[in-house]
């Protein structure tokens, strides 16, 4: 029989390590979570307990169980269209603007989970040029990073079941831009897959590597971070974007007391940061 217990100085490790490899920062009394979302690696390495998948997954010589159990401790949420207001400002103020610009056009989902902020961004500028024919002779791309192996597999797949079809899915949007499947799930058509590119990526480390962008989606993953983590991944962001590029966060997260490098640009519905 599997043990699911662990002690409060293996927690407190963890919880450290978790934060340096991640970001992602556990309350006090976070062990449940620890415990049901480990709970899973026990029998995939055949061992024999909780406080084992934890004292082997900070062991520097077992990468694989590391990554896996820094995936397992990550939050999915996610739904097409989220909050709507980002992808309604995209279109009406956002795009129009990068059009303008006559040069190519470099979208960031950072932290995308599974697929569906990167594919509303895709199916969001092929509405955007429905309206305006010509629109992007130069070219617009998606870039779209996770930490989550798992995640970005899913991604790639871009098979969606009809539960997750139901949050945030117009029945238009799901005719034009989905293909069924025999399974009875969907598939995201060609023509939003090809503007969206996946890569590993992990919002600690370096961004020079994915170079400069005009719009960033930042969603709903700075709320899991220290505000020392989220400052530095702010300024981050603001080297990484293009001069008077934007950035969209999450509806309950803000950059206030964590960085002066951006301007808040107020819509009535909603806001967006504009690097200064
Ligand atoms: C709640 S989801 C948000 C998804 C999407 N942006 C949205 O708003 O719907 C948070 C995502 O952040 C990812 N994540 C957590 N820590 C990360 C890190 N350090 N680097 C990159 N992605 C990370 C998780 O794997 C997860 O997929």
Redo the contacts with the bound molecule.
Sequence with gaps: MPNSTFADDEYQKFRRFLEKQ???VLGDNKQYLVRSRLAPLMGKYDLPSISHVIKRSMEPTERQLRLDAIDAM??????WF?DRYPFELLVKQVLPEMDAKKAPIKVW?????SG??PYSIGMSILEYQQQKANSFGRGITVTA????ST?LERCAQAEYDSLALARGLSEERKRQFFDDLPSGNMKVKPKVRSLVNFRS????ESYSILGKFDVI?C???LI?FSAEAKANILRQFAAALNPNGILFL?ASESITGLTDEFDMIRCNPGIFYRKK
């Design positions: 991640s970001g992602i990550t939050t999915n949420e996610t739904l989220r989902s950072a932290a995308c989970s569906q902020e990073t996770d930490l989550s995640m990526h992990n919002l600690l989606f969603r709903n993953v899991y999450g």
